[in-house]
């Protein structure tokens, strides 16, 4: 098996969600499995001066930004289309996802690689038959409240991928109860089978 590790902190040293997807990968690992880590804060660049929808433009016109966009955006199709198992792990920012982890959905979404449109104008997955883990974590927001863009938003991004099966851990609202929310989030991981 091959198992993707996506870390999307802005922080390095002390962030929860990082540690915590580093438990969840040393519990489903085996020692067969192939692993492959990214960290988003190490490289990602932004979608930007597209010449038209999706993600085309004539190599004749691409800028260097545009040659960095294109060459990120086939290394992490590829990463997903090899992987079986994905663990994102993201802490929600002010309600929402980390600017990288959005820019990377941005770059994997890929027509003709990670999805399709269909005849009848509806859009279909390409990424078939894979599990993810969601490793999330919060301040104040409570997973899959109203004020949670993230989690929703996270699922909604995998489904148009065609990765159905995804399970989430969370340590929310770590503002409450630091220890609490970690208990919580490690019993979450202890118990997957």
Not at 70 to 87: H, R, W
Not at 101 to 127: C, I, M
């Amino acid at each position: 098996m091959r198992i993707y590790q996506i870390d999307s902190s802005a922080r390095k040293e002390g962030s929860t969600s990082r540690a915590l997807a580093k438990k969840l990968l040393e519990k489903i690992k085996s020692p067969d499995d192939e692993i492959l880590y990214r960290d988003l804060d190490d490289e990602m660049v932004f979608v930007s001066g597209l010449t038209e929808s999706g993600m085309k433009i004539d190599k004749k016109d691409q800028t260097e930004h545009h040659k960095k966009m294109f060459e990120l955006s086939d290394k992490l199709v590829k990463e997903l289309k090899q992987s079986d198992i994905i663990i994102i792990s993201a802490p929600i920012y002010n309600y929402g996802p980390p600017a990288t982890l959005k820019a990377w959905s941005d770059l994997a979404a890929r027509v003709g690689e990670t999805f399709k449109f269909r005849p009848d104008g509806r859009r279909e997955g390409l990424l078939k038959n894979k599990k993810a883990y969601l490793v999330i974590t919060s301040g104040g927001t409570k997973l899959n409240s109203k004020e949670d863009f993230l989690t929703p938003w996270l699922k909604f991004i995998l489904n148009f991928f065609g990765i159905e099966e995804i399970k989430t851990i969370c340590a929310d609202q770590m503002s409450l109860d630091y220890e609490k929310s970690i208990r919580d989030a490690e019993e979450q991981i202890k118990n997957i089978t």
